[in-house]
């Protein structure tokens, strides 16, 4: 997903990061993400991607607190605490409260509003919090919203109100490639197809 952050930094003014891959943007920074989920891998990619954003003028937001716990099944969740102080032996599992009044302020003058993915482990009602406060958020947004995958359309299904949201695509691999500008097979034959049809 690190490919759209740069090919979507060309034509946003803003972008809004959360779950695992909030882990690693924090994490390629320095900071000690616990026992997250983070991918080493990718740490040269996502500080290129802040580079690019601060160049560009765009506001990169990560999230400022957490909900964690030791793993995504637990019933009952560690506590909030702020990104820089992720215990050794706990996972960042969501955003916390904090990050959630950011990014609803993020959000309330968009005009347009492109989402995939969950902010946590959504899955389970005790770290779904996050992931609800921010389909309500996109929900009021008073512009054209546009939802990619699956995960995201079970949370929109979850939180009910399908309805509020301008076009929903289960599809998320996919999703993100058409709006990174990659040619999708599906999609290039049937512009062959059509090719074929005028020129016949």
């Given at each position: 997903k690190l490919g759209i952050l740069k090919a979507f930094i060309k034509k946003v003014d803003k972008i809004i990061v959360g779950g695992a891959m909030a882990n690693t943007f924090w994490a390629a920074q320095g900071f000690?993400?616990?026992?997250?989920?983070v991918e080493p891998e990718?740490?040269?990619?996502?500080?290129?991607?802040l580079n690019l954003a601060r160049e560009k003028g765009v506001k990169l937001y990560l999230p400022v607190d957490f909900i964690t716990g030791i793993s995504p099944k637990e019933k009952i969740g560690k506590g909030v605490c702020p990104y820089q102080e992720v215990p050794e032996e706990e996972m960042a599992l969501d955003i916390g409260p904090a990050t959630s009044t950011l990014y609803a302020e993020v959000?309330?003058?968009?005009?347009?509003?492109?989402?995939?993915?969950?902010?946590?482990?959504?899955?389970?009602?005790?770290?779904?919090?996050?992931?609800?406060?921010?389909?309500e958020d996109i929900a009021r947004v008073d512009g054209l919203t546009i939802v990619g995958g699956g995960d995201t359309?079970?949370?929109?299904?979850?939180?009910?109100?399908?309805?509020?949201?301008?076009?929903?695509?289960?599809?998320?691999?996919?999703?993100?490639?058409?709006?990174?500008?990659?040619?999708?097979?599906?999609?290039?034959?049937?512009?062959?197809?059509?090719?074929?049809?005028?020129?016949?």
């Open positions: 000690n993400m616990g026992n997250s989920l990718l740490f040269e990619e996502a500080r290129e991607i959000l309330k003058d968009a005009k347009t509003v492109i989402w995939n993915g969950p902010m946590g482990a959504f899955e389970n009602p005790v770290f779904a919090q996050g992931s609800l406060n921010l389909t359309d079970s949370l929109i299904h979850k939180a009910g109100g399908v309805d509020r949201f301008s076009f929903i695509s289960t599809g998320g691999g996919s999703f993100l490639k058409f709006l990174e500008g990659k040619p999708l097979p599906a999609l290039v034959a049937l512009e062959e197809c059509t090719e074929n049809k005028k020129g016949s």
